[in-house]
C-alpha cells in the first residue's frame, strides 16, 4: 500500500464510510504478528510502540450509544492498523480504555 500519493486521503474517506454502514473492512486478526514473534524467539529486535489517544473519548463514550462508540472505536483501529501495516509494520495489540459508562 502507497501512502505517498494524494488520492489516500479519498480511499481512507471512502472506507470509513463503508465501514460505518457495512461494518469493519479489515481482518484484524494479529495472526501475521503473531509469526513474526515466532521468528524472532529468543532473538533481539528492535520494536516501536504507539500510544495514539481519541480526543474526547470518554466524553463521547458517555453520550453516544454504545453501538455506535464502538464502531468508531473499531474504524480508528482499523485506520491505524492500515496505516501500520501500509510501512511495513505490525499490529500486536489494540488496547482501549474509557473510565466510565452510563449504569
Same mark, same amino acid.
Given at each position: 500500500?502507497? !501512502?505517498? @500519493?494524494?488520492s489516500v486521503l479519498e480511499q481512507?474517506?471512502?472506507?470509513? &464510510?463503508? /465501514?460505518? /454502514?457495512? *461494518?469493519? =473492512? ?7 504478528? $503473531? $509469526? %513474526?514473534?515466532?521468528?524472532?524467539? @529468543? $532473538? $533481539?529486535?528492535?520494536?516501536?510502540? #504507539?500510544? #495514539?489517544?481519541?480526543? @474526547?473519548?470518554?466524553? +463521547? ?7 455506535? !462508540? &464502538? %464502531? +468508531?472505536? =473499531?474504524? !480508528?483501529? =482499523? ?5 501500520? /501495516?501500509?510501512? *511495513?509494520?505490525y499490529v500486536f495489540k489494540c488496547?482501549?480504555? /474509557? !473510565?466510565s459508562r452510563r449504569i
Amino acid at each position: 500500500m502507497s !501512502f505517498t @500519493n494524494v488520492s489516500v486521503l479519498e480511499q481512507i474517506r471512502a472506507r470509513v &464510510a463503508k /465501514t460505518l /454502514t457495512a *461494518g469493519i =473492512q479489515l481482518n484484524m486478526s494479529t495472526d501475521e504478528s $503473531k $509469526k %513474526l514473534l515466532k521468528r524472532h524467539v @529468543n $532473538k $533481539k529486535t528492535n520494536v516501536v510502540i #504507539i500510544f #495514539i489517544d481519541v480526543n @474526547n473519548s470518554t466524553e +463521547m463514550s458517555l453520550s453516544l450509544p454504545e453501538d455506535r !462508540f &464502538a %464502531l +468508531m472505536i =473499531q474504524t !480508528f483501529a =482499523q485506520e491505524i492498523s492500515i496505516a501500520v /501495516t501500509g510501512y *511495513g509494520g505490525y499490529v500486536f495489540k489494540c488496547c482501549y480504555w /474509557t !473510565f466510565s459508562r452510563r449504569i
